[in-house]
């Protein structure tokens, strides 16, 4: 006979599949959708493009749509669907480094500053300050103080991306910090480590998953910019800003060097911004959407 | 902001003191900002990988041209008299020269902000012309079709990036209706007409994701005023609707639209660099992308610092007279 009576087992929550979310939640599934069938076209491009993405045809420049070459060639007789493919793996790659670098970098300087008050006052002006530089101008002075790669791209986009990660991560740090479940934390011992990743980090997450998908949305869309301006991934690698940069001279001529790798990245960019909406109604409904 | 017990709408002696404080707060955190930009912007050119001088100098750049700008840029002093030396001129408005053309940044900055200056302004205007109603008209039928058709349309607004848009209305409006030039600016100094034709297609452009910003938050803070009893006793007395939508809600829920307004002049500000080059305008952006190809890095420094103040003081202005016409902010 125990003394003391066994808490009741809270029953457990009845589990819904899959299929009842994304009915409930049609633009994330249509996101999540998109997103993942870029995903398997950014991994299985080589199968799926009919034609190497570089090999140049200077007899067949300037085709529009045909059967055998879907989206046209472009003015050396490259293939754009090849092309258009393959620069799925450029932009995802860069927009998902980003999104996880930027969340690494806020979560823990964001989390250190919320705690220590006057590191806090140094960083908040330092971020301050790199809010206060436009992206893009930020991005192309890196740029064009380094050589042209794409590592060079994602760090140009990851710094302008920090302050506002830092700022939200901080802003849930500082409400947190006032609760009563940190103060039993800290009476019962525990360090200043623990109550950071036991106590605080787990409840940064939801608006921290939502936030970290503005910023790929984001970084997909500066990368492009970039590459179009002519300060981004280098020309060799064919992404879609590279590609609508060459085929702007052809303007007049041939639409389909523009239109088709406009149409991808605005279709992944929507993709990723849809499936952020979503996550941020389901997680955290107070979120205000601040994707500059 | 805090709200306390209702006060008697006075401005007595230490209001205004306490209000006069909050503004000179204002004004001493945007030096700071500004410091900080202009740190950050000095720090990059030395915290790049190698010698900055060989940066600029380019690829193929020899010896003695490294040497030279070296010399030029005074790279070869100590770091902190470098900083000091830069920021004096900063100050007394001398950007540095040009490596490319040796003309002084500052005056070909002022050649080209002309044009920069129009399409921002034009497209803030149509923006905030669109957006507003837009929004409003939105949070008044919230969940109707027209309600959702504007979310998805600032959705869409938020995904299709600048340039992509920006091609979609070249084809379809001057290369294939022929309606509007394709690109090119004329000046609104030499033909009024001229200068609306050349800057409708970038500023339709530009607006779009201004416009999806500014609706966004418009519906947002109208739906938190809109359901308020005033309101309902603003309709019962028999005001007209749009007395009391633009009247009686939209002042209460600006602070928030104002506020978001002078924030997307980041947004603005970095799509007028893609935009004018687009339509080949001749406004700083076209300036800063050619600067890239050149590695013009005295050209980038001074756009970067001209921009990001006009956006500091932009804010600066708003936080201002809104401190001035909201007593909600002022307790």
Redesign the interface.
């Known amino acids: 006979m125990a003394l003391v009576e066994p808490l009741p087992v809270a029953e457990p929550v009845p589990q819904r599949g899959i299929a009842f979310w994304l009915r409930r939640y049609p633009t994330v599934a249509a996101g999540l959708v998109i997103l993942t069938l870029m995903v398997l076209v950014a991994v299985f491009a080589p199968w799926i493009a009919n034609a190497d993405p570089g090999q140049i045809n200077p007899r067949n420049r300037l085709r529009p749509p045909s059967a055998t070459h879907w989206f046209g060639t472009d003015h050396l007789g490259r293939d754009v669907f090849a092309r258009a493919i393959y620069g799925t793996r450029v932009s995802l790659f860069v927009g998902f480094s980003v999104a996880l670098l930027s969340t690494a970098i806020g979560l823990s300087v964001g989390l250190v500053s919320g705690f220590l008050r006057r590191l806090d006052a140094v960083v908040m002006?330092?971020m301050?300050?790199?809010?206060?530089?436009?992206?893009?101008?930020?991005a192309?002075?890196?740029?064009?103080?380094?050589r042209a790669s794409i590592r060079t791209v994602i760090v140009a986009i990851t710094i302008p991306e920090i302050p506002r990660m830092v700022r939200l991560v901080r802003s849930v740090v500082l409400t947190l910090r006032e609760q009563l479940f940190i103060d039993a934390a800290v009476s019962l011992g525990a360090g200043l480590g623990r109550i950071l990743s036991v106590h605080i980090l787990p409840n940064t997450l939801a608006p921290v998953v939502v936030q970290a998908t503005y910023v790929c949305?984001s970084a997909i869309?500066i990368e492009?910019?970039l590459s179009?301006?002519?300060?981004g991934t280098p020309p060799d690698i064919p992404s879609w800003g590279n590609m609508?940069a060459e085929g702007?001279t052809y303007?007049?001529v041939g639409?389909w060097l523009?239109?088709f790798p406009?149409l991808f990245?605005?279709l992944v960019?929507?993709a990723v911004?849809?499936l952020g909406?979503g996550l941020r109604e389901t997680l955290d409904p107070r979120l205000?959407?601040?994707?500059? | 902001m805090r709200r306390s017990a209702p006060r008697p709408e006075r401005c007595d002696g230490a209001d205004a003191a306490a209000m006069l404080g909050l503004i000179l707060r204002r004004i001493g955190s945007t030096v700071i900002v500004m410091t900080v930009v202009a740190l950050f912007v000095f720090a990059m050119l030395h915290l790049a990988p190698g010698d900055p001088a060989a940066v600029i100098a380019g690829d193929i750049a020899t010896q003695e041209d490294i040497a030279r700008i070296r010399s030029k840029l005074g790279l070869d002093r100590p770091l902190w008299e470098q900083f000091l030396v830069w920021l004096g001129h900063i100050l007394t408005g001398d950007l540095g020269r040009s490596i490319f053309s040796d003309r002084p940044v500052v005056e070909l900055i002022g050649q080209r902000i002309e044009p920069t200056l129009a399409l921002a302004t034009t497209t803030m205007l149509f923006s905030v012309i669109v957006a507003v109603p837009l929004g409003i008209f939105a949070a008044w039928r919230a969940g109707s079709w027209v309600d959702r058709l504007v979310m998805s349309f600032a959705v869409l607004g938020f995904s299709v990036p600048v340039f992509v848009f920006a091609y979609v209305l070249i084809i379809v409006f001057a290369v294939n209706l022929k309606w509007l030039p394709v690109m090119g600016y004329v000046s609104f100094r030499d033909d009024f007409g001229g200068f609306v034709r050349s800057i409708a297609l970038p500023t339709l452009a530009l607006g779009v994701t201004y416009i999806a910003l500014i609706a966004r938050i418009t519906r947002a803070s109208m739906l938190e005023v809109i359901h308020q009893d005033y309101i309902r006793t603003a309709h019962a007395k028999g005001l007209a609707l749009g007395a009391v939508l633009f009247r009686h809600a939209l002042k209460p829920a600006s602070v928030p639209i104002v506020t978001t307004i002078g924030i997307g002049v980041a947004l603005l500000i970095g799509g007028v660099v893609v935009t004018e080059s687009v339509f080949a305008i001749p406004g700083v952006g076209r300036l800063t992308v050619d600067a890239i190809l050149r590695r013009d890095y005295p050209i980038i420094q001074g756009v970067i610092l001209i921009f990001s103040g006009i956006y500091v003081l932009i804010n600066l202005v708003i936080d201002i007279v809104y401190t001035l016409l909201d007593p909600r902010i002022r307790y």
């Open positions: 002006r330092v301050d300050g790199l809010m206060a530089i436009p992206a893009i101008l930020l192309i002075a890196m740029i064009s103080l380094s949305a869309i492009a910019i179009f301006l002519g300060a609508m702007r303007v007049l639409w523009l239109l406009g990245l605005s960019v929507l911004n849809l909406d205000r959407r601040a994707n500059l």
